[in-house]
């Protein structure tokens, strides 16, 4: 009789198959026990989800799952307005230096092995003092350690008072604090169960959401199911409606597209140029081809796409390029169309940044306080001969750097720079590379996007602030001012959040006097959901709430 061997490798993807296979049968069978079947919410993410721990939740993906799995002190809704999650209420001191929050008491974490008996044992204010060291803990490596590295002293500034009081001490006043808060970097999460997994933590997350995490087999399959004691409710009713949220890892868009068409998937974003006239007029309405099929809704995005342009005159490349007078970088303002940019190449999805730098659908946007640029290619020509280069006479060729992804955007723009006579050449550069050089100050005109981390429009200022100039922070650009600077810091001690906007506003127009940025467009979000999909609410931060989404 012959033995037959299987090699390790085959024995484990067949595991695999049998896991998922099982998990399917799970969360799509009928449900005998009811006259309902199970509610399964199918989705697909272009790219892997690179962990599903809090403390490295630096890209939308990862966001996206964590916030099914996870929660915080405080969240947002719709309006991006903090709102009481796990904590109940709060209590700011009068200096803004110390921040008293008070728990609920029926908070629990997901079952596992690992807690005794395998249930879930109940959130304490120790877990948030052990969650929000961790970001700063040089052993944890967390990319969220900017949420409180400049903000408090050590783990003494985490302060449980007792199982339902915790209390945060900063070092200095920061208005957007609350805010700050309902990043997915600040989740709860349970020592023990971190502890016992380590590393591997990225793939066995447990939190508190309205949704547990059941399996992942990275690349193609993710499943979450419904946390039967999640406890939020809307009208008495628990949260979440859904069952289950199944995701896959299909990288083509256009595939993914065609399974939604099929109706395999409930909910798709991301129209990509190669079908986007398909699905779209140019003036952004779903084409009628589609048209009653599914829905299709579209609302501000916390995003400003800009080209910029370094100005530190200390920097050799800055020395000998035109773009250090100011008159040249307005023109370059003054010179692009950028209706007829978002209307032909981005089929009316986004609006023309014409109000300054933080976008649209930020809480303080003001487009009548803050007034930008409009297209005026006589005003751009006339600025440009005030700087002694009349019809780009004797001005020596300057080079735009961008990635492959926006390369017919920058050609567009470098089509309208060429009009007025500034002579302009595409350089195109990987993602990363060109990340790297603009974060070191070594490119003079480049394409950049800022989303925002918070709903504040200090995470747009930020970028212009001195002491955040490159490599310690975000100021691409080299921007100096004291008088900005003064603003900033003025405006970490107003607690009025109507006057700190009014603040914002003023170093707003200074961005937009000085032109070291040129504001393209306020992006949008765009969903699909199918027919019989309801509650899934849109917001300016473009984050995912799927524990109110309803699928009949």
């Known amino acids: 009789m012959y033995k037959i061997t299987i090699p390790v490798a085959m024995r484990r993807m067949i595991n695999n198959i049998f896991y998922v296979l099982l998990v399917l049968t799970f969360i799509s069978c009928k ?131 007792n199982d339902s009081t915790f209390q945060i001490k900063l070092t200095k006043p920061f208005p957007a604090f609350i805010n700050l808060l309902t990043t997915l970097y600040c989740s709860v999460v349970p020592r023990e169960i971190v502890e016992h997994y380590g590393k591997d933590f990225r793939s066995h997350p447990i939190g508190t959401g309205p949704f547990k995490f059941k399996y992942w087999k990275e690349d193609e399959i993710l499943v979450m199911l419904k946390n039967e004691h999640y406890w939020e409710k809307v009208d008495k009713q628990q949260l979440p409606y859904l069952d289950a949220v199944k995701v896959t890892f299909i990288s083509d868009k256009q ?19 190669s079908y986007r006239d398909d699905i779209l007029t140019k003036s952004g309405k779903m084409t009628s081809k589609y048209k009653g099929k599914f829905n299709l809704r579209k609302g501000p995005y916390l995003c400003t796409e800009y080209v910029g342009i370094l100005v530190d005159t200390s920097k050799a490349i800055t020395k000998t390029s035109p773009l250090r007078f100011k008159k ?64 780009g006479k004797g001005m020596p060729q300057i080079t735009l750097s961008t990635s492959t992804t926006y390369k017919d955007l920058i050609e567009f723009i470098q089509g309208e720079l060429n009009a007025i006579g500034i002579s302009v050449k595409v350089d195109v550069t990987p993602s ?26 200090e995470n747009y200022l930020a970028m212009f602030y001195s002491k955040n100039k490159v490599p310690n922070g975000p100021n691409y650009t080299g921007y100096f001012n004291d008088d900005f600077d003064r603003l900033f810091e003025q405006s970490y001690y107003e607690s009025d959040n109507k006057k700190r906007y009014l603040l ?40 995912m709430i799927l524990k109110t989404v309803k699928k009949n």
């Open 328 to 391: 040249v970088r307005q023109a370059i303002n003054y010179a692009i169309d950028k209706p007829k940019l978002i209307k032909y190449l981005r089929n009316s999805i986004g609006m023309p940044a014409t109000a300054g730098f933080i976008p649209h659908g930020m809480p303080g946007f003001d487009s009548v306080a803050v007034k930008g640029y409009h297209y005026d290619p006589e005003k751009a020509e006339q600025l440009l001969a005030e700087a002694g280069f009349p019809n």
């Open 255 to 273: 595939s993914a597209f065609m399974n939604f068409i099929k109706k395999d998937l409930d909910y798709f974003d991301k129209v990509d140029g």
């Open 31 to 161: 449900n005998r026990s009811s006259d309902s079947e199970k509610k399964v919410f199918n989705m697909n993410l272009d790219q892997n989800v690179t962990s599903l721990d809090p403390a490295f939740a630096r890209n939308q993906n990862a966001i996206w799952m964590m916030n099914q799995l996870f929660n915080g002190l405080v969240q947002v809704d719709s309006t991006l307005t903090p709102l009481p999650c796990i904590a109940k209420t709060w209590k700011i001191s009068e200096d803004h230096l110390t921040y008293t929050f008070n728990l609920r008491n029926d908070v629990f974490f997901h079952d596992d092995p690992i807690f005794p008996a395998g249930k879930g044992r109940k959130v304490i204010a120790a877990d948030f003092k052990y969650s929000f060291y961790r970001l700063i803990d040089p052993k944890v490596a967390s990319s969220g350690g900017w949420i409180f590295s400049d903000k408090v002293k050590d783990i003494n500034s985490f302060i449980a008072v």
């Open 504 to 543: 914002y506003q003023k170093m707003d127009r200074m961005i937009v006097e000085y032109a070291n940025v040129v504001p393209i467009l306020y992006d949008q979000s765009l969903i699909m959901t199918q027919n019989n999909i309801s509650g899934y609410s849109l917001n300016a931060l473009n984050l």
């Open 432 to 457: 990363a590379s060109l990340r790297d050089l603009i974060a070191k100050n070594s490119v003079n005109f480049f394409r950049g996007s800022w989303i925002a981390d918070y709903p504040d429009g």
